[in-house]
């Protein structure tokens, strides 16, 4: 069985460029998550997506975005890229909202901002 | 809102030997788990073992047991027989009880463990 995907692996952008980063979740998970690990620090909890629909999200300003897809693949944007944007953004997902104890961790993106 | 946290950055330990790492939470639910990630340079997140805080029996998973305490809000991690593979990043994390993820898991800043040969 395949494991949560995420591309790319790696990302440079120049600060107020937009960025899109992609998870694709182990089949027939509907839940994805997201989160930021900026360096030094722990996992910070970023957005939540479940059958479609953004259900919550963490402390972060509205330039982070995202959708899900009917497939429950699900996109990341980061708009209006700044310096301390720069981290490793990691996605996870899980069977369902119910089965949010566990989740199952992609490999994550290095966005770097310039 | 829960916290998480590990007091200590940086652990070392001689292969073949025993090493505990710490973490401690607050919350006020009841229900909830723990866990403890590994995150080994390669960056991928593996999950250790998982701890339900309405089981009062502590988990084991080979290697890896951790000791639960739940009125003291303390959850440590200690690997036994120490191998090299087990060099990495550790993350203890708290997680919400299976009403949902609205909150995604809330970690702590880890705990960066060595191996010594």
């Known amino acids: 069985e395949a494991g949560v995907t995420q591309s790319p692996t790696h990302l440079i952008k120049t600060r107020g460029q937009q960025a899109t980063l992609r998870c694709s979740p182990i089949?027939?998970?509907?839940?994805v998550y997201w989160y930021q690990q900026a360096l030094g620090l722990g996992l910070q909890f970023l957005l939540w997506?479940?059958?479609?629909?953004?259900?919550n999200r963490g402390n972060f300003p509205p330039r982070f975005s995202g959708r899900q897809f009917p497939n429950y693949s699900s996109e990341l944007n980061v708009n209006a890229l700044e310096l301390e944007d720069s981290a490793l953004y990691l996605c996870?997902?899980?069977?369902?909202?119910?089965?949010?104890?566990?989740?199952?961790f992609g490999p994550g993106t290095r966005l770097t901002v310039t | 809102a829960q916290t998480v946290t590990q007091s200590q950055p940086e652990m070392s330990v001689q292969e073949a030997e025993t090493v505990t790492l710490s973490c401690t939470y607050d919350?006020?639910?009841?229900?909830?788990?723990l866990f403890w990630y590994k995150q080994p340079p390669s960056r991928q997140m593996i999950l250790v073992i998982r701890?339900?805080?309405?089981?009062?029996q502590n988990a084991t998973e080979n290697r890896f047991s951790v000791n639960f305490q739940k009125a003291a809000k303390s959850f440590s991690l200690k690997i036994s027989d120490s191998q090299l593979g087990d060099a990495a990043m550790y993350f203890c994390?708290?997680?919400?009880?299976?009403?949902?993820?609205?909150?995604?898991?809330?970690f702590g800043k880890g705990t960066h463990l060595i191996i010594q040969p």
């Open positions: 997506y479940d059958e479609g629909e953004e259900r």
């Open positions: 089949s027939g998970h509907t839940s």
């Open positions: 701890q339900e805080a309405y089981k009062q």
């Open positions: 996870a997902s899980s069977f369902a909202s119910t089965y949010s104890y566990e989740q199952y």
């Open positions: 919350t006020s639910e009841s229900d909830y788990y």
């Open positions: 994390a708290y997680g919400p009880d299976s009403g949902g993820g609205a909150d995604g898991l809330t």
